[in-house]
């Protein structure tokens, strides 16, 4: 069942209006999140471990780029947390939002 939801996530964060004429940077989308509070989804790729985000406009830009390998992402209040199997990145990782950002963008 979460395979599937994670498969419909994709399917409509790919259909967005704005990613059609921009830079798709999902290469091998794994697991997406949505932070309510700045209006935006945080995207894995599991293939090269880069985190994209996509805000209200379906513009996308790189979160985070330090990872081998990202499989899902889940956000708590300010932390984001990501699923990693590859070394030197096995396990979950926690990452804070820059202080006092308030927005995807």
């Given amino acids: 069942m ?3 939801i994670a498969c419909l996530l994709s399917a409509a964060i ?3 209006p704005a990613a059609a004429t921009a830079q798709n940077l999902l290469t091998q989308p794994e697991g997406a999140a949505y932070d309510a509070s700045r209006d935006c989804y945080l995207v894995c790729n599991v ?3 880069n985190i994209i985000r996509i805000d209200a406009s ?3 830009s790189y979160f985070n780029t330090d990872l081998a390998e990202a499989m899902d992402v889940h956000i ?3 932390v984001v947390y990501v ?3 590859e070394p030197p990145d ?3 990782i ?3 939002w820059r202080p006092g950002q308030r927005s995807c963008g």
Avoid: F, T
Wanted: net charge positive; aromatic share 0%.
């Fill in 47 to 49: 293939a090269n471990g």
């Fill in 14 to 16: 790919l259909s967005l």
């Fill in 83 to 85: 699923a990693s199997s």
């Fill in 2 to 4: 979460r395979r599937l």
């Fill in 76 to 78: 708590v209040g300010d």
């Fill in 58 to 60: 379906g513009a996308q």
């Fill in 90 to 92: 096995i396990g979950l």
């Fill in 94 to 96: 926690g990452s804070i």
